[in-house]
């Protein structure tokens, strides 16, 4: 079992849908991250977070330690959010390390 | 300001030749990570850099494989002997650690090299 396992691994929406992206991992943490990857393959930073709920935009990031689990939403979904996004974890234990999941391809159509 | 960059962007090799892949962090970014991404595969860890110094290298498949970062910035990763499942897009990231130990490290990532082993 990986220690972060994302959900779904692929999803398709139509422009304008609620978007859900899910993340569940199985070792204690000091910061998840979420990332996007483009079809050019660069990765960007989405969101870094230890608690409770980050929004930027229409991107929404909420994480429940005692379950450990988190969420990424984007509302008002559009065709230029298609990619992949990306959990990644970093333990108390491992520095700066990130522990990543094996992303979640989504395509919005138009 | 200018964010990472990578070279090559693209390196096709033959079997068993070594290669050197460059990176170059943000400017004043202390913390510096390898990763790579195999096709099909998510990003799997290879090496971390804190200034010159490598705190954890525990991702290196094999000891084909090693990194150093010279002057706190520039880092080459070079595989030698290259095999064919080497072959994978190479990340680096960099990052500005707080002096709390890492509470606002955010990664910012490179272009990425892809290596093609024939």
């Known amino acids: 079992k990986n220690e972060v396992e994302q959900s779904p691994q692929n999803l398709t929406a139509q422009e304008g849908e609620f978007i859900t992206i899910n993340c569940s991992y199985s070792?204690?943490?000091?910061?998840l991250h979420w990332l996007q990857q483009h079809p050019g393959g660069g990765i960007v930073s989405l969101f870094m977070?230890?608690?409770g709920k980050k929004k930027h935009g229409r991107l929404i990031a909420t994480i429940n330690i005692q379950e450990k689990h988190s969420s990424l939403h984007i509302t008002a979904s559009h065709p230029r959010d298609s990619a992949v996004y990306i959990c990644?974890?970093?333990?108390?234990?491992?520095?700066?390390?990130?522990?990543f999941g094996e992303g979640t391809q989504l395509t919005v159509n138009p | 300001g200018a964010g990472v960059s990578q070279s090559p962007s693209n390196k096709v090799t033959e079997k068993g030749k070594d290669v050197e892949l460059r990176c170059d962090p943000i400017?004043?970014?202390?913390?510096l990570y390898w990763y790579r991404q195999s096709l099909g595969q998510g990003l799997e860890f290879l090496i971390y850099?804190?200034?010159?110094?490598?705190?954890?290298k525990s991702g290196l498949p094999s000891d084909r494989f090693s990194a150093e970062r010279t002057g706190g910035s520039v880092s080459t990763l070079t595989i030698q002997r290259t095999q064919q499942e080497d072959s994978a897009v190479y990340l680096c990231?960099?990052?500005?650690?707080?002096?709390?130990?890492?509470?606002?490290?955010?990664?910012?990532f490179g272009p990425g090299t892809r290596l093609t082993v024939l």
């Open positions: 990231a960099s990052s500005l650690l707080s002096s709390g130990g890492g509470s606002t490290d955010t990664q910012y």
């Open positions: 070792v204690g943490i000091s910061a």
């Open positions: 977070l230890s608690s």
């Open positions: 990644a974890v970093r333990s108390p234990t491992s520095g700066s390390r990130l522990t």
């Open positions: 400017s004043g970014h202390t913390a």
């Open positions: 850099f804190q200034g010159n110094s490598a705190p954890d």
